[in-house]
């Protein structure tokens, strides 16, 4: 199996990316990330300890009190952003197989979500002509007022901390909306995907951007609860697991810091009487093992007529088999490994419970035969599955989908929204008038239309434990501002 060259890929693996240079760590911990296709050791990073945060939030704290960021006019940032977005460009191969070595993500679809990451920088930069920054109010409350505005400010220093499945994308959805608004950032990169978070602080000091706007450093829980922790972080922006998003939302409460929560999911597909099991099955397998399933956002919960449940759970079978289970690194592959030996425990955990509690293995359920090193399952399609069960309430993270049987259309949606996460959905009927109706009776930020679809360019998150706030678009930019009234007397002159 392939591998890429650490030191083609990475400059300051060693370093984290502070005040504007690469400064040496406080220790000499090490975080070692492990190949999840080979088992072999693909990269070691340096660790943040207490110190090395600090002085991150330091430097992004200085940054926003002192420096010239949150001064400047958008218009000034936005060619700074327009900056990154070029150089993101030049280093897209890099970021893509550092992903696929970090993770085991598949390189064509590393190189497909790759592809979008400027965009997203350019997207922002963007706004910094077309959102409205100040608007015009008539004051109703307040005698003698001539001339009332709400304006949108910085909210301040924002740590950002990415989870390990989609670190750059993920990244580049909170950074560029903060720093159009002025903020200044703490990037927290995941200890099993540091990578490009890291490329991210090249990228910073390659194109000039001012000393501490981004600061980068990798580190484990106990460092990264000092950054929630710390009085002079304004606010958290958090892409993880439902658990660890209470307990920032709990510490958060404690001092009235701002957060945004995109947390987990336990997402459905609802397949309604008109639309074909073969064409469904299709289409939900060619995303499934996107990423191994470890995807926040995964249809795992397919819910469809109880006599059609039997055909379909066949179509399901055929689809899956058909996924091709290897070296990432290899273009004809459709699914990698899991992304750490302890993800592909839990994974199996949940299989063993799935099948203990009475639901039927479809196809998959092991190891694959061919291979003998790597952190590889099957994919995985269970049978007869009801909603109480433990693999249809909890999110495994995973190769997985369950087949929930359902008494009517109405029975199904029940079954959908009976669930402590609301994250993404999706209909499939070929009645688009029916999909819009369904659509507006679940309970889920995001419901498609016969795929799986999300879109952050319109807004991304979830309803009930599913988080807090949204990513992308106008609606991913707000998080990042507060709104400020002013109400004057007289006529000011602007701009």
């Known amino acids: 199996m392939s591998t890429a060259s650490v030191t083609d890929l990475l400059e ?45 939030v330091a430097a992004a704290r200085h940054a926003f009190d002192k420096g010239p960021w949150p001064r400047m006019t ?64 008539e004051a109703l409350h307040s005698p003698g007022a001539v001339a009332s505005f709400l304006v949108r400010e910085p909210v301040g220093v924002v740590g950002a901390i990415v989870p390990w499945n989609g670190a750059a994308n993920l990244a580049a959805w909170k950074c560029a909306p903060a720093l159009i608004a002025g903020c200044t950032v703490v990037l927290k990169a995941s200890p099993e995907s540091p990578g490009g978070p890291l490329v991210f602080g090249e990228i ?6 001012p000393a501490g706007v981004l600061n980068v450093v990798t580190a484990d829980r106990e460092v990264s609860e000092l950054l929630v922790r710390n009085p002079a972080i304004d606010k958290i922006t ?5 658990v660890a998003g209470k307990k920032i939302a709990s510490i958060c ?20 009487d008109d639309y074909d099991v073969e064409e469904a099955a299709s289409h939900i397998a060619a995303y499934a093992p996107m990423l191994s399933g470890q995807v926040c956002s995964s249809l795992t919960r397919l819910v469809i007529s109880k006599h059609r449940h039997d055909a379909f759970a066949e179509a399901m079978a055929e689809a899956f088999k058909a996924i091709r289970v290897g070296d990432p690194a290899d273009a004809s592959v459709g699914m990698g490994p ?4 302890r993800q592909r425990d839990r994974v199996e955990g949940y299989i063993a419970k799935g099948r203990e509690e009475g639901a039927t293995v479809a196809t998959g359920g092991g190891r694959p035969a061919h291979l003998n090193r790597g952190y590889f399952v099957e994919p995985t399609v269970f049978a007869n ?26 029975h199904a949606v029940e079954i959908a929204n009976d669930t402590l996460f609301g994250l993404n959905s999706s209909v499939f009927t070929n009645d688009a008038t029916r999909a819009y109706q369904v659509a507006r009776q679940l309970q889920a930020g995001t419901v498609g239309h016969n795929w799986f679809r999300t879109d952050f360019s ?8 599913s988080g807090i706030g949204r990513e992308g678009g106008t609606e991913g930019l707000m998080p990042f501002l507060e709104a400020k009234t002013i109400i004057l007397e007289g006529e000011p002159r602007l701009g």
């Open 12 to 56: 300051r693996p060693d370093q984290f990316f502070i005040g504007g240079d690469w400064v040496a760590p406080s220790s000499d911990a090490r975080i070692d990330v492990i190949n999840p296709a080979t088992e072999e050791l693909f990269l070691r990073v340096a660790e943040a300890q207490a110190d090395d945060m600090n002085r991150a």
């Open 74 to 137: 958008h218009a000034e940032r936005a060619t700074y952003l327009r900056a990154f977005a070029a150089e993101l460009r030049r280093r897209l191969a890099d970021i893509s197989s550092i992903w696929t070595s970090e993770v085991g993500v598949t390189r064509p679809v590393a190189d497909a979500f790759m592809g979008g990451v400027p965009e997203i920088f350019d997207y922002y930069a963007g706004l910094a002509e077309t959102f409205q920054w100040v608007e015009r109010h």
């Open 204 to 209: 910073a000091k390659a194109i000039g951007l």
């Open 238 to 242: 958090f892409t993880g697991s439902s």
């Open 253 to 272: 409460g404690e001092r009235i810091a701002r957060c945004t929560l995109e947390l987990g999911g336990k997402s459905a597909a609802v397949i309604l």
């Open 338 to 341: 899991l992304a750490m030996a």
């Open 385 to 410: 599955v009801d909603n109480r069960m433990t693999i249809a309430r909890e999110e495994i993270f995973g190769p997985v989908v369950s087949i929930i049987p359902a008494d009517s259309e109405e």
């Open 458 to 465: 319109i807004a991304f998150g979830g309803f009930k434990q």
